[in-house]
């Protein structure tokens, strides 16, 4: 019922930079927190960002001050730019959401995940 489209990932050089986007669609009545998990092979999948509906954001501790998310609450869509890109950064990123759709029902939804490389 809920869709989540993700796009901007690629292969970046160390020290470069992506930028994300993940838009929300299907009968969605409120979003109250969008984010971005990524998960390296042979490791456990891990919070990147999170933000709500009202701004607030937290950050995993390895991508402080160097990512940055925001939110397009009118168009459901969230983004996360990425600067200083490490090749620890290499992983698949997954955008989540939770919310309320029309029918009062709460939804928690992944996008399919988007592959982002860093390499020289």
């Known amino acids: 019922q809920v869709q989540l489209v993700e796009s901007g990932g690629g292969l970046v050089q160390p020290g470069g930079s992506l930028r994300l986007s993940c838009a929300a669609s299907?009968?969605?009545?409120?979003?109250?927190?969008m984010g971005w998990h990524r998960q390296a092979p042979g490791k456990e999948r891990e919070l990147v960002a999170r933000i709500t509906s009202g701004g607030s954001t937290n950050y995993g501790d390895s991508v402080k001050d160097r990512f940055t998310i925001s939110r397009d609450n009118a168009k459901n869509t969230v983004y996360l730019q990425m600067n200083g890109l490490k090749p620890e950064d290499t992983a698949v990123y997954y955008c989540n959401a939770r919310g309320r759709l029309y029918s009062f029902e709460d939804f928690a939804s992944w996008g399919q995940g988007t592959q982002v490389t860093v390499s020289s």
């Open positions: 299907g009968s969605i009545f409120s979003i109250n927190a």
